[in-house]
């Protein structure tokens, strides 16, 4: 691998982890913007007495909102579990064994 510290791959991969983040990023408040919406015309369409606490009012923001919990886990957890030097590490296992089998033909 190129020892450079900002090659060509390496600013690629960042390019691509700004674009995700920035895609969860926008994703968030879009849920947000229209779940506010959904509040406020929930409560305008409360009948007096009527509480707000109703499973009904919660199905999107709940539904939703696990979404965001996978998307926001398909984003920044990766990194953590699979981070660059695993990368590393994988890319070399790889091209070992392309090596010895290139050997055997």
Avoid: C
Wanted: charged share 25%.
């Amino acid at each position: 691998m190129d020892s450079k510290p900002f090659n060509n791959e390496r600013i690629e991969r960042a390019r691509k982890q700004v674009k995700r983040i920035k895609g969860f990023y926008t994703h968030l408040l879009i849920y947000s913007i229209v779940n506010l919406i959904f509040v406020f015309i929930n409560i305008q369409n409360l009948d007096p007495g009527e509480s707000y606490f109703q499973l009904r009012n919660f199905i999107t923001l709940g539904t939703w909102g696990i979404a965001i919990i996978i998307h926001a886990l398909s984003v920044f957890l990766p990194h953590f579990a699979f981070g660059s030097a695993w990368e590393q590490r994988k890319i070399k296992e790889y091209m070992e064994k392309e090596e010895k089998h290139q050997q055997w033909d």
